[in-house]
Structures are given as C-alpha cells and as structure tokens.
C-alpha cells in the first residue's frame, strides 16, 4: 500500500517538498509594486538589505539559518530609516538618498547583518558546548542513581543483569 502511495505522489509531481515562506515569484511581485508605489522606500530596502541578499544567494543549505540569522538582523538595521522616511521625508527621493549617504546609517545597517553573521557562525559551538555540558551532567547523575541502587541492591544486581545480557 505504501508503494502506491509513493508512486501516486510520484506521477502527480509532489516530491514531498515544503513550501516555506515567500516564493520568489511572490517576492518579485512585491518589490516591482514596491517599485512602483514607493520608490525611495524601494532604494533604501534594496541597498540596506544587500547583505540579506548575498546571504541568501549563497546559503544552500535546507534550513537557510545563514539567511534568517542576517535577514533578521538586517532588517532591524533598516527599519527605522526606512519609518523614518515614511514619518519625515514624505517618500521623498532626496530624504533617502540623504540617509543613504550619511555613514552612519550605512554603519547601522551593514552593522546590523554583520551581526546577524556573527550570529550564524557563533551558535553552533555555544550550542554544542551546551549539549556536552549537559550530557556530561546526566551522566554524573546517571552514575550517582546506579552508586545507590548497588547500595540498596547489593553486588549481586550487577551479576544477574550481566546473566541475563549474555
């Protein structure tokens, strides 16, 4: 039965494949009415966010951490220039090109994905770490319950479970 089901899967085209977040296609859409609507927004979230896409160019693995991590981080870095504009500028060409220019914001959002990398790369030895620590700690416990069991038991627990493993 779970033959047909994989062959059924197979010739209607589903591989088993999760749709996760925007597809380009959607995300194309978007930036071209973008584009169209608001264009100073449109430069200062295409310049400020060209550390998401290079992240996302090159990141081919399944979960794309590398784009989340500076993604999220980056936009962070560019949101507030980007409702700065909105509030102040009045979606102005001149108010963005201003911000754009101005070193110190250019700083804040680069700096912000260049925390997002830092991020990326940084996590996996502190989360490994964590799991040796721990599992290092259970086996101190794990150690700690079998001292008292012997205790209660006697030496004659640990001959009888070696009968009957063999």
Known sequence: ??????????????????SGGLSFLAILVMAVLLFMVALPTFITLGVGLLPSVLAFLFDR???RYLVRCVFGLNF???APY???????????????????????TMTI?????GLGWLMYLAMPPIVANVLSLTAQR?????????????????????????K???
């Open 138 to 162: 259970r086996t101190v416990e794990l150690r700690e319950q079998q001292r008292d069991l012997i205790r209660i038991w006697g030496d004659n627990l640990i001959s009888e479970i070696e």
């Open 109 to 113: 959002m680069y700096g912000a994905a």
């Open 76 to 78: 962070s870095g560019v």
């Open 164 to 166: 009957g493993s063999r």
């Open 61 to 63: 693995h399944h979960g």
């Open 1 to 18: 039965m779970a033959k047909k089901k994989d062959k059924s899967a197979a010739k209607s085209g589903q591989k088993g494949k999760k």
């Open 82 to 104: 980007v409702m700065e504009l909105w509030r102040d500028g009045g979606q102005s060409m001149a108010m963005a090109t201003h911000q754009l220019l101005d070193p110190m």
